[in-house]
């Protein structure tokens, strides 16, 4: 039980970081307006939701469930960019859903999945040499 615990501390801890970024007021976010020109607020949802499906992948695979790992992590990790969204019109002060928050953070989702996949395609040819 600790093992597991120790396992999928960073993930589940990641998680609530990025829950905590989403609940921020919108007007205590700094505005930047090189930055927004340059869609940085895309790139940081995408980076964050990268970080999840590795961290994810990561804990899982260290389990019995190790040939599920990448499906777990896109399981999670695209639904609760969704829910997160949700949450910020609903419940967060300040903040409202954006569709393209959403697609930037299944962007993220999808490139780090094909990261995996190209890294474990990687491994395996190398191994077979």
């Not at 396992?7 to 829950?19: D, G, K, S, T, Y």
């Amino acid at each position: 039980m600790s093992h597991n615990i120790k396992i999928f501390a960073f993930p589940v801890l990641w998680a609530l970081f990025i829950a905590f970024l989403c609940g921020i007021p919108g007007k205590d976010i700094p505005h930047i307006s090189f930055l927004e020109l340059l869609s940085f607020d895309k790139f940081v949802h995408a980076t964050l939701f990268f970080i999840l499906v590795w961290s994810i992948y990561k804990a899982v695979n260290k389990t019995n469930a190790y040939k599920q790992a990448l499906i777990y992590a896109l399981s999670f990790s695209i639904p609760y960019g969704g829910v997160l969204e949700i949450l910020q019109q609903e419940l967060f002060d300040e903040r409202t859903a954006d569709l393209f928050d959403f697609i930037a953070n299944t962007f993220g989702c999808i490139v780090a999945s094909i990261y995996i996949v190209s890294k474990k395609k990687k491994r395996k040819k190398i191994n077979v040499k």
